[in-house]
């Protein structure tokens, strides 16, 4: 009798749904996991990119870019200084020179070498940024900055 008992349409209805209701507590546990799983995913990389960019030095490709024009500038610069400190202590520019060494603030004195003719260099057409970087090469040969004694 218990065979037949456990047969009958009504049991069989309450096995399949107590089955269904175990089915979908594992789905739910596993989607929770899944969604649990992907969220840390997802905070996990937001957060090494934050610290890479912010405290690792990672950069983007336009500030790389930036970087390499302003070091090839650099560079310009310190190969015409030379050419600068030459024209600078020539004779007929003598006067100048002892005017802008007169000058006690850098930056005024970077914008009087910058001025001069001593950042012209023949033959060659040189951006702003070239030019400032000519001018501070030249300035730094002309007027080393004092060493302290330590």
């Known amino acids: 009798m218990t065979e037949q008992a456990s047969k009958t349409p ?3 209805y309450e096995t399949d749904r107590q089955l269904r209701a175990a089915n979908d507590k594992v789905a739910n546990v596993r989607s929770s996991r899944v969604k649990w799983s992907g ?13 890479g960019f912010s405290f690792m030095g990672w950069s983007g490709p336009g500030s790389t870019e930036e970087q390499a024009v302003a070091r090839a500038d650099a560079e310009v610069g310190a190969l015409l200084a030379p050419f600068c400190v030459e024209k600078a202590q020539a004779d007929e520019s003598a006067a100048k020179l002892a005017e802008v060494a007169a000058i006690s603030q850098p930056n ?11 950042v ?4 060659f057409e040189l951006s702003n940024a070239r030019k400032r970087a000519l001018a501070e090469a030249c300035q730094q040969s002309l007027f080393p900055p004092p060493v302290s004694a330590s």
């Open 108 to 118: 005024r004195q970077l914008t009087a070498i910058m001025n001069s003719s001593w």
């Open 10 to 12: 009504e049991n069989r």
């Open 39 to 51: 969220a840390s995913l997802i905070v996990g990389i937001v957060g090494t990119v934050i610290v």
């Open 120 to 123: 012209v260099v023949e033959g």
